[in-house]
C-alpha cells in the first residue's frame, strides 16, 4: 500500500486545480448515491457498537443518517470551491547573478491518518489530502470499519488516480505499528484520537507527526475584564460542547474582582449543571464547590467540569497557563489593550484570544473551509489545520547558465 501511494503521489501533482476539483465533485455525487450501502454498512458497525457496550455518546458519534451523509457530500463539494494552495508563490526574488528564485507551495506526498470513531473523518481526511495533491493511506477505528470501506471505496471509485485514496481494510494493533514504520513511503503521519493512540503513534512513529494530545484550555478574567462578558464567554467555552479539544477546562480569575465575579460565574454556570472544583481561595468564595488537586489543572475533562484558580496578577495567569496548559487554545477577558497584547505575546499557545470563546479555535471558524485537526506541535504547522497546512514547499532556480566560480 505505501508503494502503491507513493506511485499515486506522484501521479496526484501533475493535476490540474480545475482536474482536482471535477473528481472531488465527483466524489460528492459517489456519496450521495451509495446512502443505501451506507446506512447499511454503518448499521453493520451500530449493531456490533451496542454488542461490546458502547456509551451513547460513542454510538452518537459512531452513526450515520440521510443527513449526517448529505452534510458529508456537501462538505466534499465545499472542499472543491476552496482556494488551491498547490503551486502558489509563496516568495521570489533575483539575486546578483541574474538567477532567479521562487519558493512555491507543493504537496508533501504521501499521508498516514490514524483515527477513531466517527466515520466522517474518512472523507474529511481523505478529500482534504487530495486537494493539496496528497495520497492517503486511512487507517480507521475498528467500531467503524464498515463504514469506512464504504465511504473510501466510494471516494476512490470517482475518478482519482489508482491508489491515492487507500484505507486499511483491518484494524489489529500491529497494523498502527507497521504504518508508523513506513518512512520509506509516508512523508507524515497525522494520529487523530485519544491520547493513548496518540502516544503511541508519537512512540513508533520514524517520519515526522503531527498532533495534540490535549486541550487544556484556560480563560484568564483578567480584573480590567467586562465581568458579564467573562460570564458569557466562560459559560459559552464550557457548555457548548464540552467534549471536544477547544472547550474550556480552567477559570482563572484575578484576585481584585474575585468577591463580585465568581458568584455570577458560578450561579450561571451551574444552570448548565457544571460541576465546579476550586483552589483553597476560590472556595472561600464558593464554599460549597470541591476541591481541586494538583492533578485537576493538567486534566482535559472533556465533561461538564471546570477547575477555577484565583491568581494575583497578569503575570501569574500566563507562568499557570505554561505550566500546565497544553498549548492549545487560551483566552484572556479584558478592557486593558496593554494586558491583552502582553497575554496575547507571553503565552505559548497555538491560539491566544482575546474577549472570544475556546470554541472559535476552529478551521472553520478561521476562514479555511475546513480542518485536517488541530496542531498543538511547533513544525511544521500549528493551531487549526486547511489546506495550506497540508503543504510543504520547493525551491524553483531559473538562469541563464550561471556557473560558480
Known amino acids: 500500500m505505501g508503494r502503491q501511494a507513493r506511485a499515486a503521489a506522484y501521479k496526484l501533482a501533475q493535476l490540474s486545480s480545475d482536474e482536482k476539483n471535477t473528481i472531488l ?29 458502547l456509551s451513547n455518546a460513542m454510538l452518537d458519534r459512531l452513526m450515520l443518517d440521510e443527513k449526517r451523509i448529505v452534510a458529508m457530500a456537501a462538505g466534499i463539494d465545499q472542499v472543491a470551491t476552496l482556494p488551491d494552495p498547490v503551486g502558489q508563490i509563496i516568495d521570489s526574488w533575483e539575486r546578483p547573478n541574474g538567477i532567479s528564485i521562487e519558493q512555491v507551495r507543493v504537496p508533501i506526498g504521501t499521508i498516514g491518518i490514524i483515527y477513531e470513531s466517527r466515520p466522517n473523518v474518512t472523507a474529511d481526511a481523505a478529500v482534504l489530502c487530495f486537494k493539496t495533491g496528497n495520497a492517503t493511506i486511512l487507517r480507521g477505528g475498528s467500531e467503524a470499519l464498515h463504514s469506512n470501506i464504504a465511504i473510501a471505496d466510494a471516494l476512490a471509485q470517482a475518478g482519482a488516480p489508482e491508489h491515492a485514496i487507500q484505507l486499511i481494510p483491518f484494524t489489529d494493533r500491529e497494523s498502527v505499528a507497521v504504518l508508523a514504520g513506513m518512512d520509506k513511503w509516508l512523508d507524515l503521519i497525522i494520529p487523530r484520537g485519544g491520547k493513548g493512540l496518540i502516544e503511541t503513534v508519537v512512540s513508533l512513529a520514524r517520519m515526522p507527526v503531527i498532533k495534540h494530545y490535549d486541550g487544556i484550555c484556560h480563560l484568564f478574567a483578567d480584573k480590567a475584564a467586562d465581568q458579564e462578558m467573562a460570564v458569557d464567554l466562560t459559560v459559552n467555552s464550557k457548555t457548548h460542547k464540552c467534549g471536544v479539544c477547544n472547550a474550556l477546562e480552567t477559570l482563572l480569575v484575578h484576585r481584585e474582582i474575585a468577591d463580585s465575579f465568581l458568584p455570577k460565574v458560578a450561579a450561571a454556570l451551574r444552570t448548565k449543571n457544571v460541576e465546579l472544583r476550586g483552589c483553597d481561595e476560590t472556595r472561600k468564595h464558593l464554599t460549597d464547590i470541591l476541591p481541586a488537586t494538583e492533578e485537576d489543572w493538567s486534566t482535559e475533562y472533556l465533561d461538564l467540569i471546570l477547575s477555577i484558580k484565583i491568581v494575583g496578577s497578569l503575570e501569574e495567569a500566563v507562568a499557570h497557563i505554561n505550566q500546565y496548559g497544553s498549548h492549545h487554545t487560551d483566552v484572556i477577558v479584558t478592557t486593558d489593550h496593554l494586558a491583552a497584547e502582553r497575554f496575547l505575546r507571553e503565552v505559548d499557545s497555538a491560539c491566544v484570544f482575546h474577549n472570544v470563546s475556546t470554541r472559535f479555535a476552529d478551521g472553520g471558524e478561521f476562514g479555511f473551509g475546513a480542518e485536517i485537526g488541530i496542531s498543538t506541535d511547533k513544525l511544521h504547522a500549528r493551531g487549526p489545520m486547511g489546506l495550506r497546512e497540508l503543504t510543504s514547499y520547493q525551491y524553483r532556480v531559473r538562469g541563464n547558465g550561471q556557473v560558480k566560480g
Not at 455525487?29 to 454498512?41: G, M, N, S
Open 25 to 53: 465533485r465527483a466524489m460528492a455525487a459517489a456519496i450521495r448515491q451509495r446512502v443505501p450501502e451506507l446506512l447499511e454498512a454503518n448499521a453493520q458497525d451500530l449493531e456490533a457498537g451496542r454488542g461490546k457496550g
